[in-house]
């Protein structure tokens, strides 16, 4: 019988930083982080931009505030990222 020996992983920690665009929400801010994507064949660079919904308990980050957020744990349905600092 052979013992199975369980890896471990690790976690890389994603910190992503964009800028708020929404506080209307109570606890969520809607962020915007834009980033450069190169093309695969042209190899021209372009501006890919995502919204994330972020956690935000104390209701502290207003629209134009630039921040750092993370990714976390499922908070609700759409939900997965917290705002960890005001940049």
């Not at 800028?19 to 372009?46: A, C, E, G, Q």
């Not at 980050?61 to 744990?73: E, P």
Request: some cysteine; aromatic content about 6%; overall charge positive.
């Amino acid at each position: 019988m052979k013992t199975v020996e369980k890896k471990e992983t690790t976690r890389v920690e994603r910190k992503l930083e964009g800028v708020v665009i929404s506080d209307k929400m109570d606890k969520t801010v809607v962020v915007n982080v834009t980033r450069l994507k190169l093309h695969p064949k042209y190899k021209k660079r372009f501006k890919v931009s995502t919204k994330f919904k972020c956690h935000d308990e104390e209701n502290q980050y207003k629209v134009g505030d630039i921040v750092v957020i993370k990714q976390t744990r499922p908070l609700s349905k759409d939900k997965r990222y917290v705002v960890v600092s005001k940049k």
